[in-house]
């Protein structure tokens, strides 16, 4: 018995709840069911609206990737914004307010541009070190 598969079954049907809920709340309309239900049975949802949600598949650099097709792979916390809350408007990004990239919460998302996602990064102190001060630079 593979308890990580059960594991994810378990996750998976109380997530098919969680989506329905999902539908209900945000009242948006959806062309594609199958998608969006093979979408959030890959996310943690918890119960409490105040924890991270995470994405509990495939990653690239630290976010999680969906596949809404074979071609058109995107970040799941674009995916799942726009399940709860509509388009993004060109220019702007979708932020984690949580700081964890692998967040789906639609509570710890919103809409910004790049230069207050950078102040952000700044202010919560999540951006790297560079030059002299990152441990792997030459300096005499």
């Known amino acids: 018995i593979n308890l990580q598969n059960i594991k ?10 969680q989506c329905e809920k999902i539908l209900e709340e945000n009242k948006i309309y959806i062309k594609d069911t199958e998608t969006f239900y093979r979408f959030w049975s890959k996310v943690n949802i ?8 995470n994405w509990i598949a495939s990653t690239n650099d630290g976010y999680g990737q969906f596949g809404l097709t074979r071609r ?9 914004y726009m399940y709860t809350k509509g388009d993004i408007q060109d220019r702007l990004q979708v932020q984690h307010l949580c700081n964890n990239r692998l967040c789906c919460n639609p509570n710890h998302l919103e809409l910004g541009t790049q230069s207050k996602n950078i ?22």
């Open 119 to 140: 102040r952000y990064m700044i202010k919560c102190n999540r951006q790297g070190t560079y030059g002299k001060n990152n441990g792997h630079s030459i300096y005499i």
């Open 72 to 80: 058109n792979i995107l970040r799941t916390h674009r995916i799942a």
């Open 46 to 53: 918890k119960d409490n609206k105040e924890e991270c949600w």
């Open 8 to 17: 994810r079954n378990e996750i998976y049907l109380k997530n098919i709840e």
